[in-house]
């Protein structure tokens, strides 16, 4: 049910604000069967990434789903023909090292849970990776099949979901929020990902593990032990090295022409 509200809305949240800016026309896409599977690959990852909250800590799962970076890195050359070089594979293996910190015997995330987050991990890549594919839709149409696919797919599922039987104005404002949320990020996520490489932008993923490690004090009272944050360090660094990297490269590239 939570992430059929995240779905529907998101949905009632960018409908009318892609019907504004884009016009009736919002919803036509040139690639059908892309928008399609793109937004399928949102839908699994945002299930896997719920239903592996039911068991795991906040920080430490995000970390976890932090692998996605990794991911895009190593497919990226199949699926956009983007050649990463080893400074990027560098930084990618030295993330997939501080995973293998967190997922350890004794730890909180030692849990056959964790697995969903690779699920997450891998789907969320794959919806990274098409959405650069899809250069000739508005950003308005992207965002529109991101949430109506999740919705439709969801939606006939409802009659066997868990519905709480105190429905309370605190729990619906906390759901219309979790809509207008996801449609915020993932505009600005599709906005990013039409207008730079994907192996470049991967790094920026890691921030979530920054927020998660917050969120999960303040609001859950969660915090990762030595050895987890330990983890999230290493992955963290990572990805601060790969953007030093590219920085270097695109000035580089710059002093050359």
Request: net charge positive.
């Given at each position: 049910?939570?992430?059929?509200a ?5 949905m009632a949240?960018?409908?009318?604000y892609a ?18 599977v793109?937004s399928?690959?949102l839908?699994?990852?945002t299930l896997?990434?719920f239903?592996a909250?039911?068991?795991l800590?906040?920080a430490e799962?995000?970390?976890?789903s ?6 895009v890195v190593?497919l ?8 990463p ?8 293996l030295?993330g997939f090292?501080?995973v ?9 995330v030692f849990?056959p849970a ?6 997450t991990a891998v789907s969320?890549a ?9 250069p000739?839709?508005?950003?308005y149409t992207?965002l529109?099949?991101s949430?109506?696919?999740?919705t439709?797919v969801?939606?006939?599922?409802l ?7 105190v ?5 619906a404002g906390l759901?219309v ?6 449609g ?11 207008r730079a490489?994907a192996?470049?932008l991967?790094?920026?993923a890691?921030?979530?593990v920054?927020?998660?490690t917050?969120?999960?004090l ?6 990762p032990d030595?050895?987890s944050?330990?983890g999230?360090a290493?992955?963290a660094a990572?990805g601060?090295a790969l953007?030093?990297q ?8 710059a002093?050359?022409?």
């Amino acid at each position: 049910m939570v992430v059929w509200a995240r779905y529907a809305g998101q949905m009632a949240a960018v409908t009318p604000y892609a019907l504004h800016r884009a016009g009736p026309d919002f919803w036509r896409t040139r690639h059908p069967r892309m928008q399609l599977v793109r937004s399928a690959m949102l839908v699994v990852a945002t299930l896997s990434f719920f239903g592996a909250l039911r068991y795991l800590p906040l920080a430490e799962g995000s970390a976890i789903s932090s692998l996605t970076p990794v991911v895009v890195v190593l497919l990226s050359p199949w699926i956009l023909g983007e050649r990463p070089g080893r400074a990027r594979i560098g930084a990618a293996l030295a993330g997939f090292a501080g995973v293998l910190l967190l997922v350890r015997p004794g730890s909180a995330v030692f849990h056959p849970a964790a697995l969903l987050l690779f699920v997450t991990a891998v789907s969320n890549a794959l919806y990274a990776l098409l959405t650069r594919r899809l250069p000739g839709d508005s950003p308005y149409t992207t965002l529109f099949y991101s949430a109506l696919v999740g919705t439709l797919v969801l939606t006939p599922m409802l009659p066997f979901a868990v519905i709480p039987h105190v429905w309370t104005w605190k729990n619906a404002g906390l759901f219309v929020l979790l809509g207008v949320f996801a449609g915020v990020g993932h505009g600005l996520l599709t906005r990013a990902f039409l207008r730079a490489p994907a192996s470049l932008l991967a790094p920026f993923a890691y921030l979530q593990v920054l927020w998660a490690t917050v969120y999960g004090l303040l609001v859950f009272d969660q915090f990762p032990d030595a050895w987890s944050l330990a983890g999230m360090a290493v992955i963290a660094a990572s990805g601060v090295a790969l953007a030093w990297q590219e920085r270097r490269r695109a000035r580089a590239a710059a002093r050359a022409t």
